[in-house]
């Protein structure tokens, strides 16, 4: 049973304000500069106001709330973490937490938080949600997107959108998205998640992109992966050129849907 998206930020604050008390990661152990005792106390705070409710007072998902959630929250105690500027199996930047909690995840029941919390507070809650796991302050993230400043976009021109479908084919985008990317392609049925769960390929044609739809946010996508059903493509995609193609193409598949259809359309059709 999926929570409807205008209830969440409330049953985040309930759930989460009824706690009195977090075990979290105040007691992990932290390599590097001396801690900031107040940012440690903001983040606690926020977590217990905002996220507790889902995430739960270990930040293993399993929170009051999270059994009406499909999908289920984010475990921060395994340190996976799918929206990332870092090698795939990294731990993800700081910054790259932030963003997560300020865009939220579309298409999930993780709201955007930016109009809700400062810019403190987000980076405060950041920074304890990655304390949850043993690996933070033990690991150096890799860093293999460069900052949104650095990128630079090419126009979506139509040659570039042709050669984008040609890498598509190439690799072989369609034997989970589908031929016209409607995430339902030959081998959508068996694609499962890092704990085991059914997961969909995203449906291009939606529009709706869980780690944001700019084409920096594809791109970040298509370079770093998303974990066990989404692979890297750093390697098979080195030429900045076609890594540009192929995000063009990719966003060139959403279509404008009718009101019904954006209402009550699923994201996939099992075809």
Known sequence: MRAPMGTLLLLCAAIGGCSTRVEGPEATTVAGPARDLALEAEGRRVYRKACLGCHGERGDGNGPGARMLDPGPRNFVAGV????????????LVEDVERTIAEGVRGTTMPAWKSHLSRRERHAVAEYVLGFSDRF????????????????????????????????????????????????GPAARDLTDEEGRPQRPLDFTVGIYKGGGRP?????????????????????????????????YVRSLSRKKGVLEYLFGRQTNWE
């Open 216 to 248: 920096v946010d594809v791109y970040r996508t298509f370079v770093t992966g998303l974990g066990s059903t989404m692979p890297s493509f750093a390697e098979a995609l080195p030429s900045e050129d076609e890594r540009w193609a192929l995000v063009h």
């Open 137 to 184: 302050g033990q690991e150096i993230p890799e860093r293999l997107v460069p900052p949104e400043a650095e990128l630079k976009v090419p126009a979506p021109t139509p040659a570039l959108i042709e050669q984008g479908r040609g890498i598509y084919l190439r690799l072989q985008c369609a034997r989970c998205h589908g031929e016209h990317g409607r995430g339902n």
């Open 81 to 92: 973490y799918k929206f990332r500027s870092t090698s795939s199996g990294s731990l993800p």
